[in-house]
């Protein structure tokens, strides 16, 4: 029996995305009302997605750099990490962080296109559509990696207290289950 690294199970990879999306609304929503309050709501549209853009990729460059966890991973001990184990440096994180928004993008783009192929209008919000179709890739990676970590070389880890990463063997395993 060989010991190997935790990854954590699909539903736990599933609530922390969750958590996250939901982060993510409220720094949206924050930073669209800032915006709103300093320019008396005069702001250009194209100058407002660079300012919501900029404080997301901020948010997310700056806690994974930091110890390889944004607020939802700490709550949920999953941590990014690269294959030997430490923490990434900051170029692989902006790497992970641009390529995972071409994924996004190319799957938006993708329903889209199916949506007007098909002609059946199932929903505008095409970008929410992608996330599903983007965790759906751990399903077919044998690591139960998502798509932009198998490309980058980073992994998500369960981690136990004190950020030391949980080994354990695989046989029984309820945390390496396919759930």
């Given at each position: 029996m060989t010991n190997s690294i935790i990854v954590p199970n699909r539903l736990h990879h599933f609530f922390c995305i969750l958590y996250e999306f939901l982060l993510i609304i409220s720094i949206i929503l924050l930073t669209t009302t800032i915006m709103d309050i300093l320019t008396k709501g005069n702001l250009n549209t194209f100058f407002r997605q660079i300012g919501l853009i900029s404080v997301i990729s901020i948010y997310f460059i700056l806690s994974l750099r930091k110890k390889g966890q944004t607020l939802p991973m700490k709550i949920w001990n999953i941590q990014l990490l690269e294959k030997n184990g430490n923490i990434p440096n900051l170029s692989k994180i902006i790497i992970r962080y641009t390529v995972g928004w071409i994924l996004i993008l190319s799957s938006t783009s993708l329903l889209y296109v199916v949506i007007r192929i098909t002609g059946k209008m199932i929903s505008d919000f095409y970008i929410l559509m992608s996330f599903p179709l983007l965790f759906s890739w751990t399903f077919i990676d044998p690591d139960k990696q998502l798509l932009h970590?198998?490309?980058?070389?980073?992994?998500?880890?369960k981690v136990v207290h004190d950020g030391i990463i949980e080994r354990m063997e695989t046989k029984n395993n309820i945390l390496n289950s396919p759930l």
């Amino acid at each position: 029996m060989t010991n190997s690294i935790i990854v954590p199970n699909r539903l736990h990879h599933f609530f922390c995305i969750l958590y996250e999306f939901l982060l993510i609304i409220s720094i949206i929503l924050l930073t669209t009302t800032i915006m709103d309050i300093l320019t008396k709501g005069n702001l250009n549209t194209f100058f407002r997605q660079i300012g919501l853009i900029s404080v997301i990729s901020i948010y997310f460059i700056l806690s994974l750099r930091k110890k390889g966890q944004t607020l939802p991973m700490k709550i949920w001990n999953i941590q990014l990490l690269e294959k030997n184990g430490n923490i990434p440096n900051l170029s692989k994180i902006i790497i992970r962080y641009t390529v995972g928004w071409i994924l996004i993008l190319s799957s938006t783009s993708l329903l889209y296109v199916v949506i007007r192929i098909t002609g059946k209008m199932i929903s505008d919000f095409y970008i929410l559509m992608s996330f599903p179709l983007l965790f759906s890739w751990t399903f077919i990676d044998p690591d139960k990696q998502l798509l932009h970590d198998r490309i980058i070389g980073t992994r998500l880890y369960k981690v136990v207290h004190d950020g030391i990463i949980e080994r354990m063997e695989t046989k029984n395993n309820i945390l390496n289950s396919p759930l």
